[in-house]
T-cell receptor, first 112, second 111 residues
Framework: DGGITQSPKYLFRKEGQNVTLSCEQNLNHDAMYWYRQDPGQGLRLIYYSQIVNDFQKGDIAEGYSVSREKKESFPLTVTSAQKNPTAFYLC???????????FGPGTRLTVT | KQEVTQIPAALSVPEGENLVLNCSFTDSAIYNLQWFRQDPGKGLTSLLLIQSSQREQTSGRLNASLDKSSGRSTLYIAASQPGDSATYLCAVRRSNYQLIWGAGTKLIIKP
């Protein structure tokens, strides 16, 4: 059953703690992406990776970090430097950087 | 700078009606345009992708059109059903990797 999985579905953290969101795909896609979604706004790109061991900042990378050590995995760490981390986080992948993007089910992060 | 707008932000119609959702963009130099569906608290499902050289794409009861010169795309839903209730998002791809997103139209189909 091919697709993109994100875990956990809901995540709660105290302010000041780092937290890592998981994203795994078995579609054999080269490119992977992390987006943030806030109510009433379009998705905003945090980081993207076109190939293993390479990633680039998106529009709102401050306070976030990623790694791409394996083709199928692209974890996102929300650090304590991110001022407003509470949001819905979506991971996506595509065959290559110009291909159609496929999305995971999302992780809702709440920081109090 | 490319901006994508979806109006209205919300729409409620009776079951069975045909309806049109709108997406406008400011820069006509696009690679393609994609329509997505999002159910509450869920990820996005790709509905239709229109390449910049195409005028429309169809899938079942859905038809998406693209007019680059006027910076507009429409998503036509025929014979709407309560199961069509969701938020519909459009995204424009520039010549590189990046998608520019609209904020979405929340559609409610009343039984």
């Amino acid at each position: 059953d091919g697709g993109i999985t994100q875990s956990p579905k809901y995540l709660f953290r105290k302010e000041g703690q780092n937290v890592t969101l998981s994203c795994e795909q078995n579609l054999n896609h080269d490119a992977m992406y992390w987006y943030r979604q806030d109510p009433g706004q379009g998705l905003r790109l945090i980081y993207y990776s076109q190939i293993v061991n390479d990633f680039q900042k998106g529009d709102i990378a401050e306070g976030y970090s990623v790694s791409r050590e394996k083709k199928e995995s692209f974890p996102l760490t929300v650090t304590s430097a991110q001022k407003n981390p509470t949001a819905f986080y979506l991971c996506a992948s595509s065959r290559d950087s110009s291909g159609e993007q496929y999305f995971g089910p999302g992780t809702r992060l709440t920081v109090t | 700078k490319q901006e994508v707008t979806q109006i209205p932000a919300a729409l409620s119609v009776p079951e069975g009606e045909n309806l049109v959702l709108n997406c406008s963009f400011t820069d006509s130099a696009i690679y393609n345009l994609q329509w997505f569906r999002q159910d509450p608290g869920k990820g996005l499902t790709s509905l239709l992708l229109i390449q910049s050289s195409q005028r429309e794409q169809t899938s079942g009861r859905l038809n998406a059109s693209l007019d680059k010169s006027s910076g507009r795309s429409t998503l036509y839903i025929a014979a709407s059903q309560p199961g069509d209730s969701a938020t519909y998002l459009c995204a424009v791809r520039r010549s590189n990797y990046q998608l520019i997103w609209g904020a979405g139209t929340k559609l409610i189909i009343k039984p």
